[in-house]
């Protein structure tokens, strides 16, 4: 079965230091998300890609954040100066139709990412 | 918006089925109806969709009425491993999936 592959899978890093994570998604996929989950909470939506470009973003995705598609197989999401509150789970998703389109969203098994 | 109501916890026991239902007033046209399971630290697994009647496939079956203002998800003798929280969204209208709290299942023997 295909797979949307991210790494690390856990990340520590200090307070106003940037990170970027990293995300494989399923390859014929042309739809690509990031999602987060703070410790106990929902799993919140932060932005879609299509096309090479941002095609929805959440209130969450601020100008820290930044989304970047490098090559064919490659889906990042970086953060400048991060902070403690973003200290969470980070999913990445794919999916083929667009999901509102009857298609399914596959996601990867996410990045512990913590800040100190 | 629309918005979906489930209950917050089930408890259950290895071998028995389990029906969660999650209701959704204001499900537009085209709107589908969709199930994700999530265990702890790791991503939402895509268990189920459906528009109305009934989908099954081989992991679970989809009840959706008539009216779709509600929908159930029935496992079918649930293990151990069935433990984890169940999410029901709407996917329709947009890329981005709405999760809400979700139902936390829990197996016991």
């Known amino acids: 079965e295909p797979e949307v592959t991210q790494t690390p899978s856990h990340q520590v890093t200090q307070m106003g230091q940037e990170v970027i994570l990293r995300c494989v998604p399923i390859?014929?996929?042309?739809?690509f998300y990031w999602y987060r989950q703070i410790l106990g909470q929902k799993v919140e939506f932060l932005v879609s890609?299509?096309?090479?470009?941002?095609?929805?973003k959440s209130e969450i995705f601020d100008d820290q954040f930044s989304v970047e598609r490098p090559d064919g197989s490659n889906f990042t999401l970086k953060i400048r100066s991060t902070k403690l509150e973003d200290s969470a789970m980070y999913f990445c998703?794919?999916?083929?139709?667009?999901?509102?389109?009857?298609?399914?969203?596959?996601f990867g098994s996410g990045t512990r990412l913590t800040v100190v | 918006l629309a918005k979906t109501t489930q209950p917050i916890s089930m408890d259950s026991y290895e071998g028995q089925e389990v029906n969660i239902t999650c209701s959704h007033n204001?499900?537009?046209?085209?709107?589908?109806i969709t199930w994700y399971q999530q265990f702890p630290s790791q991503g939402p697994r895509f268990i189920i969709q459906?528009?109305?009647t009934k989908v099954t496939n081989e992991v679970a079956s989809l009840f959706i009425p008539a009216d779709r203002k509600s929908s159930t998800l029935s496992l079918p003798r649930v293990s151990l491993s069935d433990t984890a929280v169940y999410y029901c969204?709407?996917?329709?209208?947009?890329?981005?999936?709405?999760f809400g709290t979700g139902t936390q299942l829990k197996v016991e023997l």
């Open positions: 998703a794919s999916s083929d139709p667009p999901v509102g389109q009857g298609g399914d969203y596959t």
């Open positions: 890609f299509y096309n090479n470009e941002i095609s929805e």
């Open positions: 969204l709407f996917t329709g209208g947009g890329n981005k999936l709405t």
């Open positions: 204001n499900i537009a046209t085209n709107d589908y």
């Open positions: 459906g528009y109305k």
């Open positions: 390859s014929n996929h042309l739809y």
